[in-house]
């Protein structure tokens, strides 16, 4: 499937340690599955863990992408990507964190409009400080998708995040409540999740979907929805999470904003 500009998704959160590099991975595998041209875009720049988790061994990344953009060498996005699979490219965040602390917001753009032009759906992993960098990235995606867990400060941020939001009359964006993550916890009922942010959940991924050997997939490099056996043994989860993807590049949400 080509579409004539891809999308921007970008996976967030609010806090750490909810599962949302994993979350984001998942989607990815679907879209795959899906035949779309998917670029994973690691923006996570102090903790970025995507080229890690597929085991990649990348040699070049976002820093050096942007540095030369902004010093005039760039010639194509691909002297820049990793391949994953056949559909999956990825753009790794710094291996060095004094490179993060160098690059600068004001370039994103140019990066998102080069990756539409040539991917269906470019899913960026983000850390959840409210930065320069993440701002940009928020202000041009098509969707963005928050992870919550039913942690109590996670569900005290994501309400204010959700009022900044409505402030700023910013529609364009799901909630997804992850309780996978620990299958062992004793979980706020969905109603007073609600209640407590101020806003729908739009997605939850059930706790039946905790996988208690994620670590050999993550040294496989291995993405979950990608296996046949997590398929087969999972598969009212992998379809609540390919109506999740869907939903996300649907046309039915905002028209993204024209930043030219």
Do not use: W
Not at 98 to 120: H, S, W
Not at 160 to 173: L, R
Not at 191 to 216: L, M, P, R
């Amino acid at each position: 499937m080509v579409n004539k500009s891809g999308k921007i998704i970008c996976v967030t959160s609010v806090k750490g340690g909810v599962g949302k590099t994993t979350t984001l991975l998942n989607l990815a595998g679907i879209y795959s599955l899906e035949k779309y041209r998917v670029l994973i875009l690691d923006l996570d720049l102090f903790a970025g863990a995507i080229a890690v988790n597929l085991d990649i061994r990348n040699k070049k990344d976002i820093f050096m992408l942007i540095d030369s953009i902004s010093n005039n060498r760039f010639t194509t996005l691909s002297d820049y990507v990793s391949v994953y699979n056949k559909n999956i490219d990825v753009i790794a965040s710094p291996k060095d964190p004094r490179q993060a602390l160098k690059i600068d917001g004001k370039y994103l753009p140019v990066v998102f409009d080069i990756a539409k032009r040539e991917y269906d759906v470019i899913l960026v992993d983000t850390n959840h400080v409210l930065d320069e960098v993440n701002l940009t990235i928020l202000d041009y995606s098509y969707m963005s998708l928050f992870i919550i867990s039913n942690d109590i400060a996670d569900l005290k941020n994501m309400k204010s995040i959700v009022s900044i939001f409505k402030d700023a009359d910013k529609t364009n964006y799901l909630i997804c409540l992850n309780n996978s993550k620990d299958s062992s916890k004793v979980y706020m009922s969905l109603f007073d999740i609600k209640n407590v942010i101020k806003k729908n959940v739009s997605y939850v991924i059930d706790k039946s979907f905790y996988i208690k050997n994620i670590d050999k997939f993550v040294l496989n490099g291995e993405i979950l929805t990608l296996n046949k056996s997590i398929n087969r043994f999972h598969s009212s989860d992998i379809n609540n999470l390919k109506k999740l993807a869907l939903d996300l590049i649907d046309d039915k949400h905002s028209k993204e904003v024209d930043h030219e």
